[in-house]
């Protein structure tokens, strides 16, 4: 029988050794089929939805680990569901959308998505990245439960590692995991410049160079949390995080 246990900043997280549940919503048979068939054969307990309303119910229910989210639903969107979901409980969440549409990827990340996928997209690397999500959400659970000492301070820019808040000239700005976790690589190394591999690498445990448009994502919707000022694009490269001249 599966338990799952409730971590220091409240996402619930699966015990160790038991299954994770992943709840898939999308309006598109042939794809949910799919999308279930190979996660279910990676271990996975699987439900689906076919529209907002009954995912934001279903969420709600089952209590999943980790929600798969196409924007594009009938009732109302992914991105209403994103909402809904993220108000009742935080959980990782995996954008999918048919367009390789910038705007439909900040705005989903901007509502709580973790990560996306632009259709089409191959199973494997779909349950690669459900196994990252998971991974990186367990290791930021554990974070939590044992907490580093101090505040990182760059300027005006204040990270606070174990509470995982991040502040900004004294106001809070609320960051999804991916992005806390983005932010902490690059201020690990402060004006130094991370390529798009090795933050991939670092953040998301993906090594495939195929990954790098989710990084510069990420990147837009951090910079308008934080300010655009505050992150270098070195162009070929990567980026830095820029901190005050002494």
Not at 81 to 103: G, H, N
Request: proline residues 5%; negative net charge; charged residues 25%.
């Amino acid at each position: 029988m599966e338990q799952t246990h409730t971590s220091h900043n409240g996402t619930a997280a699966a015990t160790p050794g038991a299954q994770r549940r992943v709840l898939v919503v999308e309006d598109d048979a042939t794809i949910v089929d799919a999308i279930a068939t190979r996660l279910r054969a990676e271990g996975f307990l699987v439900q689906t939805a076919g529209d907002g309303p009954s995912a934001v119910d279903t969420a709600q229910a089952w209590q999943p680990d980790l929600l798969i989210l196409d924007i594009m639903l009938p009732g109302f969107d992914g991105l209403e569901v994103c909402r809904r979901v993220q108000a009742q409980r935080p959980v990782p969440v995996m954008m999918l959308t048919a367009r390789d549409d910038e705007t439909d990827m900040l705005v989903g990340l901007g509502v709580g998505a973790d990560d996306y996928m632009t259709k089409p997209f191959s199973m494997r690397e779909l349950a690669a990245r459900v196994h990252v999500l998971l991974r990186r959400m367990e290791r930021a659970a554990l974070a939590a439960s044992t907490p580093r000492s101090g505040i990182l301070r760059l300027g005006e820019l204040e990270i606070d590692h174990a509470q995982r808040r991040v502040r900004v000239r004294s106001e809070d700005v609320h960051l999804t995991p991916t992005e806390f976790d983005l932010l902490v690589c690059l201020a690990n190394t402060p004006r130094a410049v991370l390529s798009r591999e090795q933050l991939l690498a670092e953040v998301w445990d993906w090594a495939d160079a195929s990954g790098t448009r989710t990084v510069d994502s990420h990147i837009k919707a951090l910079r308008r949390k934080i300010g655009a000022e505050r992150i270098r694009t070195v162009h070929g490269v990567g980026y830095a995080l820029e901190t005050p001249t002494p």
